[in-house]
Nanobody, 124 residues
């Protein structure tokens, strides 16, 4: 089992920045793909950014590439999403997720573990 706890959400104006963090606890000795997903009312949960820490491979949604950066600290088991140049369309509940895997996994349905989410609100 893996427990994920997110923090760092909030409200900022368009063009601003936020930094989301997700601390993993439990069976952290295994290899995981870890990522950030977001969801708004009435829409499916979408992948924002995912990383496979063992080889550093990453995935970014087209809508955030160049503005968001995902990173993982193995020493603290912390996943981070640096979000810059935020736009109103980035407003969503952001979830940290993980999948026990030997490679990069990017689909929400393939993730096994989820945090409770942190709300990001961007005003224009």
């Amino acid at each position: 089992q893996l427990q994920l706890v997110e923090s760092g959400g909030g409200s900022v104006q368009a063009g601003g920045s936020l930094r989301l963090s997700c601390v993993a606890s439990g069976n952290t000795g295994f290899t995981y793909s870890m990522g950030w997903f977001r969801q708004t009312t009435g829409k499916e949960r979408e992948g924002v950014a995912v990383i496979y820490p063992d080889d550093g491979s990453t995935f970014y949604a087209d809508s955030v590439r160049g503005r968001f950066a995902i990173s993982h600290d193995k020493n603290t088991n912390t996943l981070t999403l640096q979000m810059n140049d935020l736009k109103p369309e980035d407003t969503a509940m952001y979830y940290c997720a993980a999948a026990l895997t030997t490679g990069l996994v990017v689909r929400a349905k393939d993730m096994s573990y989820w945090g409770k989410g942190t709300l990001v609100t961007i005003s224009s």
